[in-house]
């Protein structure tokens, strides 16, 4: 089934105008639990209580405030709002090109794929193959519901893809946290982490290697209960034991990695010798058998 547009936009960079339709990049299947009564097993409800008199309050009896002080609260008013939002045109305004690898990937919020709408296929495709030869993404002003939302488009497997971003000031900085700078790095420990490193390395990132592990487990338990099957809980993996030495670690993790290829390229061949003995068993019983 053709995905369904969530919204539609038109970019403009200089006179050029480029009418497109955007559609969700990824979509979550993490599980969701309700909250239900251990009593009855019946879904609960959410309801917004007043904090000073208990009451519940229903979404027709609300205001939207601002907390400037500790209990202290700013009310503004729906029409005040509405004043405050500006003009919601749907228009992705190109302010400059940059680029694509001189943006920290911390910026990045929510990612839209970018379709062409009717009439705009040739303006469509010049505008993405012209940024893919040049390496450079877009940066844009993006005016939808009411707000304005800073965005960065790119090129991405013959297509344009618009990430929402944070400002400047919403992303956090290193000031506060400790990164270690007291810490001095011996030439063999950086020699040894380089070739694990190494030894881990891939051609490039395969997100279809990747599974979520805590999901399947949880769908199997679900599809269980409800066929009824007995549960049998199984234990997690025992914590493994902390190397305290620097150098310990990284020659055990080397170690363990030659391990693990070892055993990989030995799997065949394991397989073959097992598959033979069963062979030659079978052979050695039917002769007993004709003997007999």
């Known amino acids: 089934m053709a995905p369904r547009a969530v919204s539609s936009g038109t970019i403009t960079f200089g006179l050029v105008s480029v009418p497109v339709k955007l559609y969700s990049g990824a979509q979550s299947k993490s599980l969701h639990f309700n909250m239900l009564h251990a009593a009855d097993n019946a879904r609960l409800k959410q309801q917004m209580v007043c904090s000073a008199c208990e009451a519940i309050v229903g979404r027709d009896e609300t205001l939207r405030g601002y907390e400037y002080a500790k209990g202290q609260y700013v009310v503004l008013t729906p029409d005040e709002i509405k004043a405050l939002e500006s003009q919601?045109?749907?228009?992705?305004?190109?302010?400059?090109?940059?680029p694509i690898d001189s943006v920290d990937p911390i910026y990045f919020d929510n990612a839209y794929l970018l379709g062409a709408d009717k009439g705009a296929a040739k303006a469509y495709?010049?505008?993405?193959?012209?940024?893919?030869?040049?390496?450079?993404?877009?940066?844009?002003?993006?005016?939808?519901?009411?707000?304005?939302?800073?965005?960065?488009?790119?090129?991405?497997?013959?297509?344009?893809?618009?990430?929402?971003?944070?400002?400047?000031?919403?992303?956090?900085?290193?000031?506060?946290?400790?990164?270690?700078?007291?810490?001095?790095?011996?030439?063999?420990?950086?020699?040894?982490?380089?070739?694990?490193?190494?030894?881990?390395?891939?051609?490039?990132?395969?997100?279809?290697?990747?599974?979520?592990?805590?999901?399947?487990?949880?769908?199997?338990?679900?599809?269980?209960?409800?066929?009824?099957?007995?549960?049998?809980?199984?234990?997690?993996?025992?914590?493994?034991?902390?190397?305290?030495?620097?150098?310990?670690?990284?020659?055990?993790s080397l170690a363990e990695g030659g391990r693990d290829l070892d055993a990989t390229r030995a799997r065949p061949i394991a397989k073959g010798r097992k598959s033979a003995a069963k062979g030659a068993g079978r052979r050695s019983a039917s002769a007993r058998s004709k003997s007999a």
């Open 88 to 98: 919601s045109d749907q228009s992705i305004e190109i302010e400059e090109f940059v």
């Open 125 to 252: 495709r010049l505008l993405t193959q012209a940024m893919r030869e040049a390496g450079k993404g877009a940066v844009a002003r993006f005016s939808s519901r009411g707000k304005q939302q800073l965005v960065l488009l790119r090129e991405s497997r013959g297509g344009l893809v618009m990430h929402t971003l944070h400002y400047a000031d919403e992303v956090r900085d290193f000031e506060d946290i400790d990164r270690g700078e007291g810490a001095a790095v011996k030439e063999g420990e950086l020699g040894l982490a380089m070739q694990l490193i190494d030894q881990l390395g891939g051609a490039e990132f395969d997100a279809g290697k990747y599974e979520d592990n805590y999901r399947k487990r949880a769908l199997e338990l679900i599809e269980s209960k409800v066929a009824g099957a007995e549960i049998v809980a199984v234990p997690g993996e025992p914590p493994r034991g902390q190397i305290i030495d620097l150098m310990e670690a990284l020659k055990a």
